[in-house]
C-alpha cells in the first residue's frame, strides 16, 4: 500500500517542482514597473522612429537627416526587440505612441528648414535623456530578466545617439 501511494505521489512531486522552477502554469502577469518600462520605451520608440523619418525627408542639413536615418534604423530594431520580448511575456505592448510623444512629432510637423533642425536636434537631447535615465532605473530595478538585459544593452546606444546630437546642436549654435 505504502510503495502504491509513493507511486501517485512521485510524479506529482516532480511534476510540482518542474512547474514551480520553470515557472509553467503561472499566469505571465508583470510586475507593474516592468509594464510602465514597456509602455514607455514602446512609445518613445516610436516617436523616435517618427521624428526621425521626418528629419531623414525634411531637414535641412545633411548630419541632421542623417541622424534621422539612424534613429529610424536603431530605434526600429530596438522597438522589434522590446514588442518580441513583451510578446513571449504574454504582454499586449502599445500599437501608437503615447498622446504626449504624439504631441511631440505634430509640433515638429510644423517645423520647416533650418527651424526643423533646431527643433528636432532639441527634440532628440532631451528624450534621449529622458530615455537613458528610464534605461538605466530599468536596468538596476527592473524585475524580468529579460526587460534587465533589454534596457542594458540599449544603454550604450541610447548613450551615443545623445553624445551624437548634443554635437550636432553645438554645430548648428556656431553656425548662426
Excluded: C
Amino acid at each position: 500500500m505504502k510503495t502504491r501511494r509513493l507511486w501517485i505521489i512521485l510524479p506529482a512531486i516532480v511534476l510540482l517542482i518542474f512547474a514551480v522552477q520553470t515557472g509553467w502554469g503561472q499566469d505571465m502577469k508583470m510586475d507593474k514597473r516592468d509594464m510602465k518600462f514597456v509602455q514607455k520605451a514602446a512609445s518613445g520608440g516610436m516617436m523616435e522612429v517618427a521624428a526621425g523619418e521626418m528629419a531623414s525627408k525634411n531637414a535641412a542639413g545633411e548630419e541632421v537627416r542623417n541622424f534621422g536615418a539612424r534613429m529610424v534604423q536603431d530605434h526600429g530594431q530596438a522597438n522589434q526587440r522590446l514588442m518580441e520580448i513583451a510578446k513571449n511575456k504574454g504582454v499586449q505592448a502599445p500599437d501608437q505612441m503615447s498622446k504626449k510623444h504624439a504631441r511631440m512629432i505634430d509640433r515638429l510637423a510644423k517645423r520647416t528648414g533650418a527651424d526643423f533642425d533646431r527643433e528636432y536636434m532639441k527634440l532628440m537631447v532631451k528624450d534621449h535623456r529622458e530615455g537613458i535615465k528610464m534605461y538605466e532605473k530599468q536596468a538596476r530595478e527592473g524585475k524580468d530578466p529579460d526587460l534587465k538585459a533589454f534596457a542594458e544593452s540599449t544603454l550604450p546606444t541610447l548613450r551615443e545617439h545623445l553624445n551624437t546630437a548634443m554635437k550636432i546642436q553645438q554645430t548648428m549654435g556656431k553656425e548662426k
